[in-house]
């Protein structure tokens, strides 16, 4: 069983739609949590980061983690073409200095 | 203020021979990360470096790999002997330091093709 698990799709959605996207985690030890956003031939660029449980947002993105559930989701409202992409989730417990990636979810939105 | 920057962008090699490649990090820092990811897979962890030191080389296979950070000039990735297995794209990220290693700032990647 991977430490971390996500759906690769490809996920297709309209533009305008809101879009979700979610990974689970076997290591309890997590505590640090991260979506990268990587376009096709390019390195991950980093869209949200947040520590612990709880909701963050930023623009039409939304973090949220349930440690409970070991559960992450990132929420994109408003979604257009240019979020096409595939998202990885990521991971880290504390004091480690390596991340641990999901596979990442293809996205496509379709204008 | 440039990113991440590695080279070469692609490589190709025949079973057998080196492949050396090179990332500098972003200005001002000094933690540097090795991540390989395969086709249809997530990026997998294999060495973290400081200057001069290697920190943390536990996804690193144990023969054939070997990475480097001194203190003058870019970090290396070394594969010696290598195998069709090792095609991936090998990234490099740079963070500020370690107690910031969530933000890490990628390069494009090198993309290694093994013939």
């Known amino acids: 069983q991977k430490e971390v698990e996500q759906d690769p799709g490809p996920l297709s959605v309209p533009e305008g739609a809101i879009v979700s996207l979610n990974c689970t985690y076997s290591n309890s030890a997590f505590q640090y949590f991260m979506w990268y956003r990587q376009y096709s031939r390019k390195g991950p660029e980093l869209l949200m980061y947040t520590y612990s449980s709880g909701n963050k947002e930023d623009g039409r993105f939304t973090a949220q983690v349930d440690k409970s559930s070991k559960y992450i989701s990132l929420f994109i409202r408003d979604s257009q073409p240019s979020d096409s992409a595939t998202y990885l989730c990521?991971?880290?417990?504390?004091?480690?200095?390596?991340?641990?990636f999901g596979q990442g979810t293809r996205l496509t939105i379709n204008p | 203020n440039a990113g991440v920057m590695q080279n070469p962008r692609h490589l190709v090699r025949r079973r057998g021979q080196e492949a050396r490649l090179r990332c500098s990090p972003m200005?001002?820092?000094?933690?540097v990360y090795w991540y390989r990811q395969l086709p249809e897979e997530g990026l997998k962890f294999m060495v973290y470096l400081q200057k001069e030191n290697i920190i943390d080389e536990s996804g690193m296979p144990k023969e054939r790999f070997s990475a480097e950070f001194p203190k003058e000039g870019p970090s290396i990735l070394r594969i010696q002997q290598v195998v069709r297995g090792d095609s991936a794209a090998y990234f490099c990220a740079s963070s500020l330091s370690a107690a910031q290693t969530g933000e890490l700032f990628f390069g494009e990647g090198s993309r290694l093709t093994v013939l």
């Open positions: 990521a991971m880290r417990d504390q004091g480690a200095q390596k991340l641990v």
């Open positions: 200005k001002g820092h000094s933690h």
